[in-house]
T-cell receptor
Framework: EAQVTQNPRYLITVTGKKLTVTCSQN?????MSWYRQDPGLGLRQIYY???????DKGDVPEGYKVSRKEKRNFPLILESPSPNQTSLYFC????????????FGQGTRLTVV | AQSVTQLDSQVPVFEEAPVELRCNYS??????LFWYVQYPNQGLQLLLK??????LVESINGFEAEFNKSQTSFHLRKPSVHISDTAEYFC???????????FGAGTTVTVRA
């Protein structure tokens, strides 16, 4: 089954404790991205990757890192999480071409206390 | 850069009544338009998309949206809603030369019996 898989689905952590949210897709898509969803703000792009070893900042990159060492994986790293990073996070992938749809993971609900 | 405005944050509606969700976009280039649906505790799923051709596009579950270039709108409609249509709906836009999806703030549809 074609899918984007995120782990974990739920995470509660403390301020300053490094964490990684994994994302993997099995559709051989070139483009991958991370979004955060906050009430009243919709989804905002954090980082994106056009292909292996090619990543760039989205609209809200502060406090986040990513890497793209393999085509299928695109982990999101929070080196020192803060409470304002409490949010619902989505990973998405899409094939090449602007006229393509994005496929989303099930989401990771992160709470930083 | 593109932007999206969803004009209604909450839309309560009775079962079997019609619903319209309004979406306006801004862009300096040609666009591709999407509606995504998010059911409770799930990821985003593509509902329908406009890429080119006929300005009226339909989904398999009875939704339709019409691309209006002069009014820069892509409103979503369903003539008769079901309880199962309760969800959050996101309008999204991509520029024709871009991979990035820009989302509106979302519209929560609550269908009551």
């Amino acid at each position: 089954e074609a899918q984007v898989t995120q782990n974990p689905r739920y995470l509660i952590t403390v301020t300053g404790k490094k964490l990684t949210v994994t994302c993997s897709q099995n559709m051989n898509h070139e483009y991958m991205s991370w979004y955060r969803q906050d009430p009243g703000l919709g989804l905002r792009q954090i980082y994106y990757s056009m292909n292996v070893e090619v990543t760039d900042k989205g609209d809200v990159p502060e406090g986040y890192k990513v890497s793209r060492k393999e085509k299928r994986n695109f982990p999101l790293i929070l080196e020192s999480p803060s409470p304002n990073q409490t949010s619902l996070y989505f990973c998405a992938s899409s094939p090449q071409g602007a006229d393509t749809e994005a496929f989303f993971g099930q989401g990771t609900r992160l709470t930083v206390v | 850069a593109q932007s999206v405005t969803q004009l209604d944050s909450q839309v309560p509606v009775f079962e079997e009544a019609p619903v319209e969700l309004r979406c306006n976009y801004s862009s300096s280039v040609s666009v591709y338009l999407f509606w995504y649906v998010q059911y409770p505790n799930q990821g985003l799923q593509l509902l329908l998309k406009y890429l080119s051709g006929s300005t009226l596009v339909e989904s398999i579950n009875g939704f339709e949206a019409e691309f209006n270039k002069s009014q820069t709108s892509f409103h979503l409609r369903k003539p008769s809603v079901h309880i199962s249509d309760t969800a959050e709906y996101f309008c999204a836009v991509k520029g024709s030369n871009d991979y990035k999806l820009s989302f509106g703030a979302g519209t929560t549809v609550t269908v009551r019996a």
